[in-house]
Nanobody
Framework: VQLQASGGGLAQPGGSLRLSCVVSGLTFNRHMMAWFRQAPGREREFVAAITDNGGSSYYSNSVQGRATCSRDNAKNTAYLQVSSLEPEDTAVYYC???????????????????WGQGTLVTVSS
């Protein structure tokens, strides 16, 4: 199983980024997907999650209203778009896949069996 996250980089405050996570080696449309992030010196935190069919998503308070989590099951790819970026969004972003039942999602890392390598997002002027 491989999860390949990409799309990170340097962004200006107030700008936006779209992260992608290409998944292989599992039945993508049977797995919920999530994004977590870890800033320097801080613990990993939940950002967003989406059900296996893409019908529902859930966001942390820190990105609620600024982020959109989506997926394309035909392309085995999940996305996270974050707008109105803030310096506090600077972190390594990880995508994760978990199987918990149809139409399920979770904000607990323990519910995700597979993890990508992370992509660094730096928000700075």
């Amino acid at each position: 199983v491989q999860l390949q996250a990409s799309g990170g980089g340097l962004a200006q405050p107030g700008g936006s980024l779209r992260l992608s996570c290409v998944v292989s080696g599992l039945t993508f449309n049977r797995h919920m997907m999530a994004w977590f992030r870890q800033a320097p010196g801080r613990e990993r935190e939940f950002v967003a999650a989406i059900t296996d069919n893409g019908g529902s998503s859930y966001y942390s308070n820190s990105v609620q209203g600024r982020a959109t989590c989506s997926r394309d099951n035909a392309k085995n790819t999940a996305y996270l778009q974050v707008s109105s970026l803030e310096p506090e969004d600077t972190a390594v972003y990880y995508c994760a896949a978990g199987r918990r039942g149809i139409y399920s999602l979770s904000y607990y890392p323990r519910d995700y069996e597979f993890w990508g390598q992370g992509t660094l997002v730096t928000v700075s002027s």
